[in-house]
């Protein structure tokens, strides 16, 4: 059933990181995130990376770099809001199959479900989008894509995959955006993991891919970090260390 086309694309907009910058051209060669800890800080934000604005009349998250048991992260502070923090890279999954960060968050978000749109909210959230054309799309996401492009200038990414903060799904469970099969989130920590304190990732993101949509994975485009309260209408704050891909 394709559905309606203007209800998938405002919620793409939300979730697939689209942001309103025009499209630059595929980097060439491999062009991995820079860590936080190492960038240089301009206007409070690590140098390299770019806050991404999902709607004009929405609220931006704060995103700040801060020093925090000796070296540099980003706190972020939600408040009824939801925005990005993002940066372009050039990643071949088969090379580089692992992603690795830290994250910490204080508080969950009550009621949280991804996939229910009026309580789809994280307080952290590590987001990839991934090149790739429209002819391989599904007949309803190539109709979400065309409109994209003739609303913004920029198609909507070929594929998102993002690991979230949920207060009560299992790890590792895949869910689905509600109106997108190329949105998935995999759910990465929840209530039981301990608040207030710093966790370690480590993911296989070529394996995650292959079991999200059932393909192999094109190249990683761009690497992002966000924190969300607006469908809930709460506020929360994360902290987000280096983001890294490694070989296996």
Request: hydrophobic fraction near 40%; charged fraction near 25%; glycine fraction near 6%.
């Amino acid at each position: 059933m394709i559905r309606p086309a203007h209800a998938v694309l405002v919620s793409l907009l939300l979730l697939s990181a689209c942001a309103s910058a025009p499209e630059p051209p595929p980097l060439e060669g491999t062009r991995l995130p820079t860590p936080f800890s190492l960038a240089s800080i301009r206007d409070g934000l690590p140098d390299g990376w770019s806050i991404y604005r999902l709607f004009r009349f929405k609220p931006l998250t704060s995103y700040q770099v801060v020093p925090l048991n000796g070296t540099n992260v980003v706190h972020a502070v939600a408040n009824r809001s939801a925005s990005g923090l993002d940066q372009h890279v050039s990643i071949d999954l088969h090379e580089f199959p692992l992603a690795e960060w830290r994250w910490m968050v204080p508080r969950l978000i009550e009621g949280a479900d991804n996939t229910v749109p009026a309580h789809a909210d994280a307080p952290a959230r590590i987001v990839f989008t991934f090149e790739g054309g429209r002819d391989r799309l599904p007949d309803d996401e190539k109709l979400n894509y065309d409109l994209a492009k003739a609303l913004t200038g920029n198609p909507l990414p070929y594929a998102t995959l993002m690991y979230i903060w949920e207060p009560d799904r299992a790890e590792g469970e895949i869910l689905t955006h509600h109106n997108s099969s190329r949105v998935k989130m995999v759910v990465a920590a929840n209530a039981r993991r301990d608040l207030s304190r710093w966790h370690e990732a480590k993911v296989n993101v070529l394996e995650d891919y292959r079991r999200a949509f059932g393909e192999d994975p094109p190249r990683v485009k761009t690497v992002g970090i966000m924190s969300d309260s607006d469908n809930t209408g709460t506020s929360i704050e994360a902290f987000y260390g280096d983001i890294r891909f490694v070989k296996n």
